[in-house]
């Protein structure tokens, strides 16, 4: 009777370990993809309440000038703001696109790309 050597594994616990890693990385992957995308959303956010504190500070600035709203090329233009500080998460190639008005509201025009800054 020929004796047989046991040191490996059998086809078939190899196939449920990585029946079992699969099922693992079906989960993981959709959560680790939000996660990101909260995060952008987060530094979005705080980019967005950035804009508006240059705008504040760009409307005392030039208050006679009669502007009722700023776009961020603007502000980076008179040193209030900086291209990596309005750059867009979702796009590093672009800084984010839109105006603040008087009432330090930002208005998203990414839609349209207009008042967009190329960074690239």
Request: aromatic share 6%; charged share 25%; with cysteine.
């Amino acid at each position: 009777m020929k004796k047989l050597n046991k040191k490996g594994f059998t086809l078939v616990e190899l196939l449920v370990v990585l029946v079992i890693l699969a099922v693992i990385m079906s989960i993981a992957i959709p959560s680790v993809t939000s996660s990101i995308e909260r995060s952008k959303d987060k530094q979005k956010k705080a980019k967005i309440e950035l804009i508006e504190s240059a705008a504040e500070i760009y409307f005392d600035r030039y208050k006679n000038s009669g502007e009722t709203s700023v776009n961020i090329e603007t502000l980076i233009n008179k040193g209030l703001l900086t291209k990596e500080q309005a750059k867009d998460p979702f796009n590093e190639g672009r800084t984010l696109c839109g105006y603040v008005d008087n009432t330090f509201t930002f208005t998203d025009t990414s839609d349209s790309l207009t008042n967009c800054v190329n960074i690239g």
